[in-house]
């Protein structure tokens, strides 16, 4: 029987992990996230599995590298500078094809930024940030409710393509509390992990296995006889990946002259503009991005095509913006409401309905 509980957003990444199975968080603390690596030093322990504070954000990311190549699930959390920090980690994991999920609450930047929650990590994180050209595959929850679903579902794509998965959560979804159905959801079978460096007595055929993150001297997993037959293999796996994995919710769009684009919290700002500029006859839209890689470009060429105009409306000097530029190409007029619309001119500011509304009612 499911059980409905009052939990912060943080606190619903631990319970949708522990629905998923997994076994061992490592992380590192830093605002706004602390409730994460909180819930699991609490929750872990009881259960038996893993919870390690590492030294570092570098530190935790490779400790992933570890637990995913025995087959375990795992799961790393950090916020936006200590992302930065993990992104040779995250380059090794992809090369490796380990899977793991990595959660990114993001807050205000460049740099050390403000503590406060934000949407500045998209290039970055739907970009990649290590070397080598790797792809990873980013979830966007817009509720507490979808931040447990989602990880989830990070932790069965993560398994289904042997790759990192990212949920890209904010300092303001990380902290509101809602009600939540705590529970396990199936996805479907998945693949054994008869890769895994288990140990050779653990094998079916007896054989050891490696992992190696260096493919110039050999490729990482056994099977590919040189580099290059590798390197098609990680790209037909990550075409796969961006044909298979597009995710949006498309909102009273069916008549919409004017189409707003958001993800996270301005998501849901968004809509109850969407409801109040309906409710004022203005025909409005908003289709809400839950995969931001890979992003959902075909629909939004879709409308551009039927003569839609887009609003995009994120807590950024703008990013995914440049997204739904690419997704249009110059067909329709694409119109940017970012960071500096905040309520406060402090970094505790955040985009409210009523300046959408506004934005809304002066494009229509």
């Not at 990649?128 to 979830?139: E, S």
């Not at 796996?237 to 958001?262: G, H, I, N, P, T």
């Not at 939004?300 to 105009?309: E, N, S, V, Y």
Request: charged share 20%; aromatic share 8%.
């Amino acid at each position: 029987m499911e059980e409905i509980r009052l939990v912060q957003g943080n606190e619903a990444l631990g319970w949708g992990a522990l629905a998923a199975g997994c076994d061992g968080f490592f992380g590192y603390p830093i605002t706004p996230q602390n409730e994460v690596p909180e819930f699991f030093a609490r929750e872990m322990p009881k259960r038996g599995k893993v919870c390690v504070q590492a030294q570092s954000e570098g530190a935790s990311i490779m400790m992933l590298f570890g637990g995913a190549g025995a087959g375990f699930r795992v799961m790393t959390s950090t916020s936006s500078p200590g992302w930065g920090l993990m992104q040779e980690g995250m380059s090794h994991l992809a090369c490796a094809e380990l899977p793991c999920v990595v959660v990114n609450v993001q807050r205000g930047g460049p740099g050390t930024g403000s503590v406060s929650g934000a949407q500045m990590d998209y290039r970055c994180v739907t970009g990649t940030g290590g070397g080598g050209g790797y792809r990873n595959i980013v979830l966007a929850p817009a509720s507490v409710q979808e931040t447990h679903d989602l990880v989830q579902l990070a932790f069965y794509l993560a398994d289904k393509y042997c790759n990192p998965v990212v949920v890209l959560s904010d300092g303001i979804l990380g902290l509101i509390a809602e009600t939540v159905e705590l529970k396990a959801i199936d996805f479907g079978p998945l693949p054994e992990k008869d890769w895994a460096v288990a140990g050779r007595d653990r094998q079916k055929d007896g054989e050891r296995r490696f992992l190696n993150a260096m493919p110039a001297v050999a490729p990482p997993r056994w099977g590919y006889p040189d580099y290059l037959s590798w390197l098609e293999h990680l790209g037909q796996k990550f075409e796969q990946m961006a044909q298979s994995e597009v995710r949006y919710e498309a909102y009273r769009c069916e008549d919409a002259e004017l189409v707003l684009v958001a993800y996270g919290y301005v998501s849901r700002v968004s809509k109850e503009a969407v409801n109040t500029a309906r409710a004022e006859g203005l025909k409005v839209g908003l289709i809400r991005p839950i995969t931001l890689w890979p992003f959902p470009y075909q629909v939004l060429r879709d409308k551009a095509d039927q003569g839609c105009r887009f609003l995009v409306v994120e807590d950024s000097l703008g990013q995914m913006v440049d997204d739904v530029r690419i997704a249009v190409q110059e067909r329709t007029a694409v119109h940017f409401l970012g960071q500096l619309s905040r309520h406060l001119p402090g970094d505790g500011g955040m985009i409210l309905p009523d300046r959408v509304l506004e934005e809304i009612r002066r494009l229509a």
